[in-house]
């Protein structure tokens, strides 16, 4: 039995659920994400909650039923609250700016390299950078894709153990190595 699984989601008011199977569609707004539930789990939408149970006993399915669960409940918190991640960059130079340009916007990162990197962003993703720390803000109502995106921007420069320089998720820690120790 999943512990994950059986609890139940609950709706926020203003929240709109459309389950045609194997579609579901979550809604605040003008704010809709869409996913495919998988065959082997029941979802059952009611007023104000959502409830989903595995269709056989396999151990596939049970894994598969608390993935399901999670992955609804993020649909519903980033319809309603939606998620964010902070990305900083340390460096002596380095430096970030947003720009935007029909419609689409871009980071303009200065990391070291002999030319600045243009990084667009998705459409559902948006970024404040603030212009003192360069601290990246990034929001969206689908998780999984902020996740993405904060990812593929930190492969450019990963923090290194020396002297910490990259960027970086807030508040992660970097293990730090000792240099050379310089001897006779």
Excluded: C
Excluded at 43 to 68: F, Y
Excluded at 122 to 131: C, L, M, R, S, Y
Excluded at 151 to 172: D, H, L, S, T, W
């Amino acid at each position: 039995m999943s512990r994950i699984g059986k609890l139940p989601i609950a709706v926020p008011a203003g929240v709109k659920i459309d389950y045609q199977e194997p579609v579901l569609k979550v809604s605040k707004g003008d704010v809709t994400l869409t996913r495919s539930i998988h065959p082997n789990v029941a979802l059952t939408v009611d007023k104000d909650r959502l409830t989903l149970a595995p269709v056989d006993d396999s151990q596939s399915t049970k894994a598969l039923w608390g993935l399901q669960r999670t992955l609804v409940n993020n649909m519903v918190a980033g319809v309603s609250v939606g998620f964010t991640k902070v990305l900083e960059i340390v460096g002596v130079g380095w430096r970030v700016e947003a720009q935007e340009a029909k419609g689409a916007q871009t980071l303009k990162l200065s990391l070291g390299f002999s030319h600045p990197v243009d990084f667009a962003l998705p459409t559902a993703v948006k970024a404040q950078v603030d212009p003192k720390t360069y601290k990246i803000t990034l929001t969206s109502p689908d998780k999984e894709l902020l996740g993405l995106t904060a990812a593929r921007i930190r492969a450019y420069r990963r923090p290194e153990p020396y002297k910490g320089k990259g960027v970086k998720y807030e508040g992660e820690r970097i293990r730090r190595k000792v240099g050379k120790a310089g001897g006779k």
